[in-house]
């Protein structure tokens, strides 16, 4: 059984700041690979970041300098800290959880919904 539960989502004005985090059972966590992506409405499902098992970090260009990911293995879990949101921003963000072997294991959140007011 495994479950990824994101929270943290909510309303906030331009220029403030949100921590979504997410909290991952059913998996041996520290040897996954975490991410976050989200979908604004109409639109595809993109990357934000990722973390990897030996912690490193990727980000997508629109979110560089502004987005922080990390994961604190201790607790089995993935944050994102979010600042100096943009309305652009708006979208359900999800955390995913991957790891390949021979085989490509794949996990998803629900999502939590993030809205940034102009």
């Known amino acids: 059984q495994v479950q990824l539960v994101e929270s943290g989502g909510g309303l906030v004005q331009s220029g403030g700041s949100l921590r979504l985090s997410c909290a991952a059972s059913g998996i041996m966590f520290s040897i996954y690979n975490m991410g976050w992506y989200r979908q604004a409405p109409g639109k595809q499902r993109k990357l934000v970041a990722t973390?990897?098992?030996?912690?490193?970090?990727n980000y997508a260009d629109s979110v560089k300098g502004r987005f922080t990911i990390s994961r604190d293995n201790t607790k089995n879990a993935v944050y994102l800290q979010m600042n100096s949101l943009k309305p652009d921003d708006t979208a359900v963000y999800y955390c995913n959880a991957v790891r390949r072997t021979s085989l490509l294991m794949n996990y998803w959140g629900k999502g939590t919904l993030v809205t940034v007011s102009s």
């Open positions: 973390v990897t098992s030996g912690d490193s970090t």
